[in-house]
């Protein structure tokens, strides 16, 4: 990757120089950013409570604990559902296996149960198959022989079991029927008796004394995953090969996120489960990611296959040999595939006609779409793309350069930690800025949103550039030091510059991301400017008051 000139990239004059014109390096070993570090500080009114002093060397990790959610292993989880279900059998004098059934259907909500239960009590039976009595009694004595219900063949009593209804049927029969709906899935979690119209429940006790402990381990696993996966307020992490679940603690509001980061150190969105995806709401990366499953494998075949329809726009391929295209019904127009024009009335084209510059309009009405579209979705994979090796490139950094460094410097991992934060830093704004271009996309189709598109995007490059210069800096400088021969002189205002750059780039970004996530919502229309009280600045279209001379955005002069 290319950066540039070395010398004019990071001079000491210009570190800071994206984010503010009066931004200084501090010169002591922990960096504390001017509060004017930011360009936009008047976009947000409120305090920011992470202008504080920042220790590079604290773990992210330290961070779950003050969150809305808890992090729960697998054995947290059946220690939870242990406990439920104790309870819940404990409250309703009922086994555990049965409460185990209650639980399940409730969606493992105890007040629920407890609510229905007491309420309706014959009514929660009937609905989970718990009979108070069996449908078939059986005749007392070993030495009578029942007939198997499945196999139908003759055994003693004592080789006959049954649900709660009574239909009987031999071990081997009813263990296997157990065995294979186990083996099918966690469908066996709400089986019934085998008889077809029975709606007797198989409960675990059954599980226990009739199939093997393969099978049984199998039912068990079910039994925990449904502790997740049906309770509304637990999920389990999506990370790649990540066993652990969150459990949301939050409850809305307009300061309200719901992103969660696992021990794994996957971060995705509790609510729809997609990556963390701040400043953008759900509901517009839900519109995002169904139309680049549709769209993007598409799109160059598109612009490089098809014509518009000149009437209605239609993209149309050409399939054979005649120039003459009519487009499918309703519209049916009839064109010329070379020149797009009218085929009734159409003359020769074969010559140049500068009047033709009206029907090359007629031409990118389609392409229009499709350009903002892929001008859009290819900075959001190529950010993307960036993130995902920038996330490579912190694992390197953690599992192998910082052994390096310390072993040729004569540091501790302590004392160079400054640069995992750095990545860490850097992995994270590469997350939000691949956002904004979903976030620049639906805001381009706000219709009298002029102003805030212009000081999005201002905004939005600043960032760029900033977190260009930051990235540049951490994966050349750490380089340059690991191939250097012998101590460099210069490793302490490597330290300071690096961390000073992860300082203000992760306050720029936080102030952005709460600034989209407002709708930029300092940002008024010019309609509603009293051109008495206000000057627009040229640049930004930020209305500034008469006594500031220049910009408060992006410091244009008036």
């Known amino acids: 990757m290319d950066y540039g000139n070395e010398n004019d990239l990071y001079s000491d004059n210009e570190v800071l120089d994206y984010y503010s014109d009066d931004a200084e390096i501090n010169t002591d070993a922990t960096v504390a950013a001017d509060d004017d570090d930011c360009n936009y500080d008047s976009l947000i009114s409120e305090d920011d409570p992470m202008d504080s002093d920042f220790d590079p060397r604290q773990s992210h990790h330290q961070g779950l604990k003050d969150q809305n959610y808890t992090v729960l292993k697998e054995s947290?989880?059946?220690?939870?559902?242990?406990?439920?279900?104790t309870e819940v059998a404990s409250v309703l004098s009922v086994s555990n296996a049965t409460a185990t059934i209650i639980l399940r259907h409730f969606n493992w909500s105890v007040s629920k149960v407890h609510e229905a239960w007491f309420n309706n009590e014959d009514e929660v039976r009937k609905i989970v198959g718990l009979l108070n009595k069996p449908v078939i009694q059986f005749p007392y004595g070993d030495y009578k022989e029942i007939t198997c219900g499945i196999c139908f063949d003759l055994f003693r009593r004592d080789e006959i079991v049954s649900a709660a209804c009574g239909h009987p049927y031999c071990r081997k029969c009813f263990g296997s029927y157990i065995s294979t709906s186990i083996n099918d899935g966690?469908?066996?979690?709400?089986?019934r008796c085998p008889e077809p119209a029975c709606g007797a429940v198989t409960d675990g006790d059954m599980v226990d004394m009739l199939v093997l402990d393969e099978e049984k381990k199998k039912y068990w696993e079910y039994v925990c995953r449904s502790y997740v996966e049906e309770n509304k307020n637990i999920k389990w992490c999506p990370g790649p090969g990540c066993e652990y679940a969150i459990e949301f603690e939050g409850g809305g509001g307009d300061d309200f996120s719901w992103d969660v980061r696992c021990v794994c150190d996957y971060r995705f969105c509790w609510k729809c489960v997609e990556d963390d995806h701040r400043p953008v709401d759900c509901k517009s990366v839900a519109k995002w990611m169904a139309k680049g499953n549709a769209e993007s494998e598409n799109m160059s075949?598109?612009?490089?296959?098809?014509?518009?329809?000149?009437?209605?726009?239609?993209?149309?391929?050409?399939?054979?040999?005649?120039?003459?295209?009519?487009?499918?019904?309703?519209?049916?127009?009839?064109?010329c595939w070379i020149c797009l024009g009218d085929w009734n009335n159409h003359v020769q084209c074969n010559g140049y006609d500068e009047g033709n510059s009206a029907k090359v309009k007629d031409i990118d009405k389609v392409k229009k779409y499709a350009r903002k579209y892929y001008h859009y979705y290819g900075r959001w994979a190529e950010n993307n793309l960036s993130r995902l090796k920038a996330i490579e490139d912190l694992r390197r950094v953690k599992t192998e350069q910082i052994e390096k460094l310390s072993a040729k410097l004569g540091k501790t991992h302590i004392e160079l930690w400054f640069i995992v934060v750095a990545w860490q830093q850097i992995v994270e704004c590469r997350r939000v800025l691949k956002w904004t271009y979903v976030y620049g996309y639906y805001l381009c189709k706000v219709k009298d949103e002029d102003a805030k598109k212009l000081l999005f995007e201002f905004l939005q490059g600043e960032a760029e550039a900033g977190l260009e210069r930051l990235h540049g800096y951490a994966e050349n400088k750490v380089s340059q030091f690991l191939n250097a021969d012998g101590l460099s002189q210069n490793f302490k205002e490597f330290e300071l510059k690096l961390k000073s750059l992860t300082q203000v780039t992760r306050k720029y970004f936080e102030k952005l991301v709460r600034a989209l996530e407002n709708g930029l919502s300092e940002v008024e229309t010019p309609k509603t400017w009293d051109i008495q009280d206000y000057w627009i600045c040229d640049q930004c279209t930020y209305a500034?008051?008469?006594?500031?001379?220049?910009?408060k955005i992006c410091h244009q002069d008036l």
């Not at 947290?76 to 406990?83: F, P, S, T, V, Y």
């Open 544 to 551: 500034n008051t008469w006594s500031e001379i220049t910009c």
């Open 186 to 191: 966690p469908g066996c979690l709400v089986l």
């Open 76 to 85: 947290d989880i059946r220690e939870r559902q242990k406990n439920v279900i």
């Open 301 to 335: 075949w598109i612009l490089a296959s098809t014509k518009p329809c000149p009437k209605c726009g239609v993209p149309i391929e050409k399939n054979q040999g005649c120039m003459h295209m009519t487009c499918k019904p309703p519209c049916r127009y009839g064109f």
